[in-house]
């Protein structure tokens, strides 16, 4: 791929000269536009095929698309051979958090995301309920309400525009604190107006976390009194659900009631199934959705996964059933149930802290006192007992890998799997765990492959199924280049188009596009991105199908994909041929329905 800059000069000539020698050909003037990406596979990001075309860009919109555009760009991208599509636009992110530190966003746009969505698990920037004359950023960077945020965004400037829920957990923090306890009916009348003032302010959904606290502590009643005001204004209600293990039917059960009861879309966050026993609930999970919309095309998904061993073989022929099954229901089109999505990140791996493995209780307090109780004879047999039954859970000690040991003298430990490094070490596994969180101080990090690759392939390819990361942002250089994050904040997007299209064919490259922009842009009511086409934003990520991949590994996560060649964001070049931009153009999406 090559990128020329013209002079405007010679493009003014070339039109005089032109004109001069044959008149009734060309145009009376020939227009220049800021960027043209010229001969790439444009995809619409409406699940369409690609078809060549050049994209021009002008004023940060899309001004032209079409075969062999005449007009010259001041800046021309060839994409022969690339695939062009609109900007990944990241359902759930957590990228914001470390936005403020790091503006230039790298592990996002070089996977090519233009837009995160934040305020996700029920948490989010704003409102703080904090009655200061605080106008922009607090301690934290969290906001008094939704405009001081756009406001700071402003300012900040980073590097991918940034959309973001209002988080119900962020609410009930507001007004009723961390305690566990129902709200009475003024809590829930004061708590459903700051979701319909942040909503008035732009939020693109309400987001809950009810494995976290003090999101856990919210009943159905009073989520559904909160989801209200999301119904006129049909933006959705994301959800990481109360369970995604043992209950995770419950769980989705509790979701679609809850947005039964609002009468509002639901967005079911990084659907999972969790442990090994779980896994066979794909199915049932799938129907209650399926029956949740009012028997809309889910199913038929669900159903060609148990055809014939032959067809389960070959990608292929599951993708083209995939495609023929997701006869997608046009926008505002009236249904008897309610529109049901969900998002899912490309990894069969959770990471977390290992003392995450320990019962709750057992980890009252400090790190001093969880340390102790692994020892109280009081305490330690029955931590022992809960502790191995979770890891059964998730299938057993080689399910368990280390990963960011803080005491060097268990440096080796690093990246092994726990039941073979504890045999190896002739160790119990419970008490390699014990040893290592004891000498770490409780600072070590695991990696649990609980979730099935079958069941991801099915997730991802499902009509109403999401790409996204569940990721933060980061760096190879900088502030944000620490800690040992999960890779899915640097691989995400080219995973999904590298493993999940190109190698295990579970999905069509239009399709996975699709998921990528047009479908998560009309899920949180952004009317002019996620689409190539005149008029809309100019956000748009090139490709090569045939080499992008993920690099970044549990291991080594600090490294940036392959195959991204360029990504634009509001019609500036922030990468090329792996160099970043120092100009960075992304904005606040402040949501209006
Ligand atoms: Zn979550």
Not at 233 to 239: D, G, I, N, P, S
Not at 337 to 347: E, L, N
Not at 364 to 389: C, H, M, N, Q, Y
Not at 409 to 426: E, I, M, Q, V, Y
Request: charged share 25%; glycine share 10%; with cysteine.
């Amino acid at each position: 791929m090559t990128i020329s800059r013209r002079s405007f000069v010679l493009g003014a000539g070339t039109t005089l000269a032109v004109l001069a020698g044959t008149p009734r050909l060309v145009l009376p003037w020939r227009r220049r536009y800021a960027l043209v990406i010229r001969g790439g596979t444009v995809f619409d990001g409406l699940g369409g095929p690609g078809v060549e075309a050049d994209v021009a860009i002008e004023n940060g919109r899309i001004a032209a698309l079409g075969r062999k555009l005449r007009d010259e760009g001041a800046i021309e991208i060839d994409a022969r051979g690339m695939a062009v599509a609109p900007g990944f636009i990241d359902i759930h992110s957590h990228g914001d958090g470390s936005l403020w530190e790091d503006p230039r966003a790298e592990s996002l746009v070089r996977q090519g995301v233009t837009t995160i969505v934040v305020g996700q698990d029920g948490s989010s920037r704003a409102p703080t309920g904090a009655s200061s004359a605080a106008d922009g950023d607090e301690e934290g960077h969290r906001f008094q309400n939704f405009g001081a945020l756009w406001q700071s965004l402003q300012s900040l400037r980073p590097a991918v525009n940034v959309a973001s829920m209002v988080g119900l957990g962020s609410i009930r923090g507001i007004v009723i604190g961390n305690v566990n306890r129902p709200a009475t009916a003024d809590e829930i009348a004061r708590m459903t107006q700051l979701v319909e003032q942040a909503l008035a302010d732009g939020a693109c959904g309400a987001s809950s976390g009810l494995e976290y606290t003090p999101g856990a502590f919210a009943t159905r009643d009073e989520l559904i009194a909160l989801c209200k005001p999301l119904a006129a204004r049909r933006l959705a209600y994301a959800t990481h659900m109360r369970n995604e293990d043992d209950h995770v039917l419950e769980a989705v059960d509790e979701s679609i009631a809850v947005a039964s009861g609002a009468n509002c879309p639901l967005q079911i966050s990084h659907l999972k199934t969790e442990g090994p026993r779980n896994w066979g609930k794909l199915d049932e999970i799938f129907a209650h959705i399926h029956r949740a919309r009012g028997g809309l095309d889910a199913e038929k998904t669900a159903e060609s996964h148990k055809e014939s061993p032959r067809a389960s073989k070959h990608g292929s022929s599951r993708a083209a059933r995939s495609r023929a099954a997701s006869k997608r229901v046009p926008e505002g089109e009236a249904t008897p149930g309610i529109d049901v999505a969900f998002d899912r990140y490309p990894y069969i791996a959770y990471q977390t802290g290992l003392s995450n493995l320990f019962p709750v209780w057992s980890r009252a307090g400090s790190i001093e006192d969880f340390l102790k109780r692994l020892d109280d004879p009081a305490t330690a047999e029955k931590i022992r007992e809960e502790t191995v039954a979770k890891v059964a859970l998730i299938g057993g000690w080689d399910n368990v890998e280390i990963s960011g040991v803080a005491n060097y003298a268990d440096a080796a430990a690093d990246g092994k799997r726990l039941g073979s490094f504890a045999k190896l070490n002739r160790m119990e596994p419970y008490s390699m765990a014990v040893g290592l969180l004891q000498r770490g101080k409780g600072n070590v990090g695991m990696v649990g492959f609980a979730m099935s690759e079958q069941n991801l392939d099915r997730i991802l390819a499902h009509p109403r199924g999401m790409v996204c990361s569940d990721g933060g942002a980061y760096a190879t250089d900088g502030p944000t280049h620490k800690g040992h994050p999960h890779p899915r904040g640097l691989g995400s997007f080219p995973r999904v188009l590298g493993r999940y299209v190109r190698e295990r064919k579970a999905l069509t490259l239009a399709d996975a596009i699709h998921k990528m922009s047009a479908f998560p842009a009309s899920r949180i009511g952004l009317a002019d991105r996620g689409r190539l086409a005149p008029e809309m934003a100019a956000d748009v990520v090139v490709f090569d199908p045939s080499t992008v991949d993920d690099k970044a590994t549990y291991e080594n996560p600090f490294q940036y994909p392959v195959g991204i060649k360029a990504v634009v964001v509001n019609g500036v070049v922030a990468l090329r041929e792996n160099q970043r931009s120092t100009e960075r153009s992304g904005e606040g999406l402040p949501v209006r329905t």
